[in-house]
């Protein structure tokens, strides 16, 4: 079964450093998300991007947060200047049709900001 | 807001017993409702989802009912296995706000011994 692949699926970085989270989402899908989890902490949409531009974001995703589908495969995360509280598990999602509302989701990287 | 609540875990089972997880919701409108489900090591995915009022959900003999007059979605399954051993998250999606957009619970883990 086609699955979302996202990498690193650990990241350690320095706060203050700039990070890219990479995601190659289902082929054929055109929607496409990205959600965080911290620690003990609900899973929470950050941004929905369809059709190269955000359709939605969230509170959490300010001015640091960027998404880019560079070339019709990676959809990335961005993160310019990290802070600790960005510590999470990252989720990239991706989905065929919105009508079918069903999300496949990555296994996730999880991000450190030490 | 909307918001979704579901029971605290850890649910520990022996195989073969009867799961339920209650979840109740908070929307406005007349949101999907989804169960998914969270293998160890792998991302979230779509175990079983139900669109509007009294419609039942089903998968892998899992299922829930969307009951609105109690805005609740509970997961039942009769007779678990030590494979169904994993994180089960309840959501919704309003379209009436977004589509794509999941508010998810805080998760629910299962672990079922032989």
């Known amino acids: 079964e086609p699955e979302v692949t996202q990498t690193p699926s650990h990241q350690v970085t320095q706060m203050g450093q700039e990070v890219i989270l990479r995601c190659v989402p289902i082929?054929?899908?055109?929607?496409f998300y990205w959600y965080r989890q911290i620690l003990g902490q609900k899973v929470e949409f950050l941004v929905s991007f369809y059709n190269n531009e955000i359709s939605e974001k969230s509170e959490i995703f300010d001015d640091q947060f960027s998404v880019e589908r560079p070339d019709g495969s990676n959809f990335t995360l961005k993160i310019r200047s990290t802070k600790l509280e960005d510590s999470a598990m990252y989720f990239c999602?991706?989905?065929?049709?919105?009508?079918?509302?069903?999300?496949?989701f990555g296994s996730g990287t999880q991000l450190s900001v030490l | 807001g909307n918001s979704v609540t579901q029971m605290e875990g850890p649910v520990t089972l022996s195989e073969e017993a009867f799961l339920t997880i209650n979840c109740t919701y908070t929307a406005t409108g007349y949101p999907s409702l989804f169960w998914y489900v969270q293998y160890p090591g792998e991302g979230l995915q779509l175990l079983l989802k139900a669109t509007k009022a009294d419609d039942k959900g089903s998968n892998k003999g899992f299922e829930a009912t969307y009951r609105k007059e109690t805005t609740s979605f509970h997961l039942e399954k009769g007779s678990v296995q030590v494979s169904d051993s994993a994180v089960y998250f309840c959501?919704?999606?309003?379209?009436?706000?977004?589509?794509?957009?999941?508010?998810f619970g805080a998760g629910t883990q299962v672990v079922v011994t032989p």
């Open positions: 959501a919704l999606s309003s379209r009436t706000d977004s589509w794509g957009k999941l508010q």
């Open positions: 999602a991706s989905e065929e049709d919105r009508a079918l509302e069903k999300l496949f």
């Open positions: 082929s054929n899908h055109l929607y």
